[in-house]
C-alpha cells in the first residue's frame, strides 16, 4: 500500500436510496446527478480486493442507477458505475492470489468511475493478455447476460426475439444465436440498422415503427414459432407482439428502455396459452449459477472476444474528470459504448 495515493478522483452519486421513478436510462445533465470529488483510496477488507482503474463502461444500469431506479439503493458521496477492467495493486486476506493480475470486474465495494476500486475478489475475473483494456471494461454485465439468455432461449426452441437488438446486448445475442445455428428476430427503432444486424446474424429484422410491424410479426411468428421474447424495452408494443407469439410463449423482462408502462390486454394468453411473462437480472444467475459452469461462460465469453467474434463498439472514449460536464452528450450517440479512463 505505501506506494498508493492517499487519495484518488471519483465521480460520485449526489444522491442517496431509492427515487421511487421507473423512467428511462436517460440524463440531460449529469451534474444533477454526479459530482467529481477528492476521497481517500480505500483499503480492502477480507475477500476484497483494491483495483487501480485502466477502463470502465457506461451501461445503461449505471444511468438507472445515479437516478435511484436500479435493484439496489445509492449511497450519497460514494463513486458511481458498476464495471471495468484495472490491475490489482492490494488485496485483502484470501484474495491474496489476485495480487497484480489485470482483471474485469464488477464493482461492490466503491464505485468503477474512480482511479481506485474495492470490489470483492469473488467478482473479478483474470483477463486473457489477448483481450484490449476496453473489451476488459465490458467482459461482464453484457457477454454473461448474453450466454445465460441465448441458453435459456435455445431450451425452448430455435428462434428467438430481440428486442432493442442495436444494444451492445442485443448484437453479442444475435451473433451467439447465429453461431449456435439458432435464428433470432430482431426489433430495432432505426431503419439504418437493419442491415448490420442482419450480418451479425439475425434471420429477421423488424422496425418498430413500422405502421405494419404487428402483421409482419405474427406471419413471422406463424412461421418460425419463437417461444422465448427476450425484451429490453417492455412497452405496450412489446405486449402486443407477446400477445402475436405461439402458446408456451415467455416475455423475458430485462431492461426497461421505454418509460412507457405496458398493460396487459389479453388474460387469455396466460389462462389458455400457457404463456408466462418473466424477468431476468444477472445478479440473480450470478447467484444461482454453480460456480462451475460460470468459470465455462466466462472462458467462453473469453475466447470469444479474444478470437473476434465478439468485440465491444466504442461510440465515445472519457477521462474521469470529463464524464461530469460531457457524460449527457457523449450518451446520446448510438451504436457502442462510452467507455471512461482516469
Ligand atoms: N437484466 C440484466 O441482468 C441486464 C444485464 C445487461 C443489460 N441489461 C439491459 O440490456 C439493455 C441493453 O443494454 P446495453 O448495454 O447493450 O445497451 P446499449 O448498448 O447502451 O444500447 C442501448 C440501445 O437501446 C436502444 N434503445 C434505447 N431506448 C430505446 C427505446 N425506448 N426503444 C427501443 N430501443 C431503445 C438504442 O437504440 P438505437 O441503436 O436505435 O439508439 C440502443 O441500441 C439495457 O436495458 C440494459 O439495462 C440487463
Not at 430455435?158 to 442485443?170: E, K, M, R, T, Y
Not at 446474424?201 to 405494419?212: I, M, R, W, Y
Not at 466466462?298 to 468485440?311: H, M, N, P, S
Request: hydrophobic share 40%; aromatic share 6%; proline share 7%.
Amino acid at each position: 500500500m505505501n506506494t498508493l495515493p492517499a487519495t484518488m478522483y471519483s465521480v460520485v452519486l449526489n444522491h442517496g436510496g431509492y427515487s421511487g421513478t421507473a423512467l428511462e436510462p436517460t440524463i440531460k445533465d449529469a451534474s444533477d446527478w454526479l459530482s467529481e470529488a477528492e476521497l481517500p483510496v480505500p483499503s480492502p477488507g477480507p475477500g476484497q480486493v483494491l483495483i487501480r482503474l485502466r477502463a470502465a463502461s457506461v451501461n445503461p444500469s449505471d444511468m438507472h442507477f445515479i437516478k435511484g431506479e436500479y435493484g439496489q439503493p445509492r449511497v450519497k458521496g460514494a463513486p458511481a458505475g458498476f464495471e471495468g477492467c484495472g490491475d490489482v495493486v492490494a488485496t485483502g486476506a484470501g484474495a491474496e492470489t489476485l495480487q497484480d493480475q489485470r482483471v474485469a470486474f464488477v464493482a461492490a465495494g466503491s464505485g468503477a468511475w474512480a482511479e481506485y476500486v474495492v470490489t470483492q475478489g469473488q467478482m473479478c475475473i483474470p483477463l486473457r493478455p489477448d483481450i484490449s483494456d476496453e473489451d476488459g471494461a465490458s467482459q461482464i454485465v453484457n457477454p454473461l447476460t448474453a450466454m445465460a439468455m441465448v441458453d435459456l432461449a435455445r431450451n425452448d426452441g430455435d428462434a428467438f426475439v430481440i428486442s432493442a437488438a442495436n444494444s451492445q446486448l442485443g448484437k453479442l445475442m444475435c451473433s451467439l444465436g447465429r453461431d449456435l445455428g439458432l435464428s433470432p428476430i430482431a426489433l430495432v427503432r432505426r431503419p439504418e440498422t437493419v442491415q448490420p444486424l442482419k450480418e451479425l446474424g439475425a434471420v429477421e429484422v423488424l422496425v418498430t415503427s413500422d405502421p405494419k410491424i404487428k402483421d409482419h410479426f405474427a406471419s413471422i411468428s406463424t412461421n418460425m414459432k419463437p417461444r422465448v421474447f427476450l425484451d429490453a424495452v417492455a412497452d405496450q408494443l412489446s405486449e402486443q407482439l407477446f400477445c402475436a407469439m405461439p402458446n408456451g410463449a415467455r416475455w423475458v423482462i430485462y431492461g426497461k428502455l421505454s418509460s412507457e408502462m405496458p398493460q396487459l390486454t389479453q388474460s387469455g394468453q396466460m389462462i389458455f396459452m400457457s404463456k408466462r411473462i418473466e424477468g431476468f437480472w444477472l445478479t440473480r444467475w450470478m447467484m444461482s449459477t454453480p460456480p462451475a459452469e460460470q468459470m465455462r461462460v466466462v472462458a467462453e465469453v473469453q475466447a470469444r472476444f479474444a478470437d473476434g467474434r465478439w468485440k465491444t463498439d466504442v461510440s465515445e472514449r472519457l477521462r474521469l474528470s470529463e464524464v461530469v460536464p460531457n457524460l449527457a452528450s457523449a450518451l446520446k450517440k448510438s451504436d457502442g459504448k462510452v467507455i471512461i479512463t482516469p
